[in-house]
């Protein structure tokens, strides 16, 4: 009966490490959704400044539809992760899309006016 207990807490300990993980990238994905419900408008002014420095004509145009649909995007994608208790893993977000919204690009590096 005393190695059946040493042996349970030992496969325990061994768990315990798993669990932990799983519960801080559970926590990780809730605070990142609740972060991008509440920063998902900065979209607006991020897609305005990209867009007008890399087309002055028609960028403002161009920044405030590309900024509206990447709010809702970024908003929604925060609900999800925050309705689901985290469990979403990297859910919309790569390269194109920055899991924040000040790790997105902010200046054009394809200037219209370079060309």
């Known amino acids: 009966m005393v190695l059946c207990m040493v042996a349970g807490v030992a496969v325990a300990e061994e768990a315990k490490p798993e669990y932990k993980d799983t519960m ?36 403002s145009l161009v920044g405030i539809c590309n900024g509206a649909f990447l709010t809702v995007a970024r908003t929604v994608g925060g609900a999800a992760d925050f309705v689901t208790l985290g469990l979403t893993g990297p859910g919309i977000y790569g390269e194109s899309f920055p899991e924040y919204v000040w790790e997105s690009k902010w200046k054009a590096e394809d200037r219209m006016l370079d060309q």
């Open 24 to 59: 801080d990238k559970m926590a990780v994905n809730m605070g990142r959704g609740v972060v991008n419900m509440l920063t998902g408008w900065l979209e607006v002014p991020r897609g305005l400044w990209y867009e007008g420095t890399r087309n002055p004509y028609y960028g």
